[in-house]
């Protein structure tokens, strides 16, 4: 059965997509079988999977609204080695229709719940907004991986997402739980940085992921290829910290 993980922040721009990609080619790469689901209208993991958005007959919003099923939508990234339930700008309009459709905040869980069998890890690229579509994600997740830069913002961010974790959990998934957070574009020669990543340490202990992932020029310029980054440069400092994330994670799932 496969465990299901939502990779979430509230705030925007710090990596939630980068490693969304880059994690399900890490598990990939070590022989696990991933589905990524795409939950973000600008579609770009689906991109960064080296999928064509605009050529694309169906997607999660076909799935969300029950017109097709994950295994008609569903696509192959070829350089990732991975599943992917794609997305593109048509997604923007299920915020409206999903307000007036039954369990309208589990309709991805019911649907991932055919699939199960098929995949070790499900991951859910979430937008960086509590919506229904981020609802539906943490709704279907067992837990969420929380990628964050080592600043100031990122902190009161991280308040943020807690007390909406804590929100989900009370009323509509009680399984759900923070697994770890991931300290991303990291830059150990900012002191700033190496302050706030000892403050997490020190507030959240074992619930940071040990591996770290770098700023990285080689993670940056992939997407532009339509590969992961782990695919893109596989010796780069960035993609290998990622492989080690996805092997952090393999072993944190079996103490869960």
Do not use: W
Request: with cysteine; aromatic share 6%; charged share 20%.
């Amino acid at each position: 059965m496969a465990k299901t993980f939502c990779i979430a922040n509230q705030k925007g721009g710090v990596g939630k997509t980068t490693t969304s990609v880059n994690l399900a080619a890490g598990l990939a790469a070590l022989d696990q079988r991933v589905l990524l689901v795409d939950l973000d209208p600008q579609g770009n993991a689906t991109m960064g999977s080296g999928i064509d958005k605009a050529a694309l007959g169906q997607t999660v919003y076909q799935v969300l609204i029950g017109d097709a099923d994950i295994p008609a939508a569903r696509v192959r990234s070829e350089t990732g080695g991975y599943d992917v339930l794609p997305a593109n700008r048509d997604l923007a309009g299920a915020e409206v229709e999903l307000v007036n459709l039954d369990s309208r905040e589990t309709r991805l869980k019911t649907q991932l719940a055919t699939v199960q069998r098929d995949y070790d890890f499900v991951l859910i690229d979430c937008p960086p907004s509590l919506s229904l579509l981020t609802l539906n994600g943490l709704c279907a997740a067992d837990g969420v991986v929380v990628p964050m830069q080592c600043e100031y913002f990122a902190l009161e961010g991280l308040s943020d997402l807690v007390n909406s974790i804590k929100a989900v959990h009370r009323n509509l998934n009680p399984q759900l739980k923070i697994i770890g957070l991931l300290r991303v574009m990291f830059d150990p020669r900012m002191t700033l940085q190496q302050n706030v990543s000892e403050q997490l340490v020190e507030h959240f202990g074992d619930k940071v992921f040990s591996t770290i992932i770098p700023r990285n020029v080689r993670l940056a310029e992939a997407p532009s290829y339509g590969l992961p980054g782990v695919c893109f440069d596989r010796s780069s400092k960035g993609a290998q910290a990622y492989i080690a994330f996805g092997a952090e994670l393999v072993e944190r799932v079996k103490t869960l």
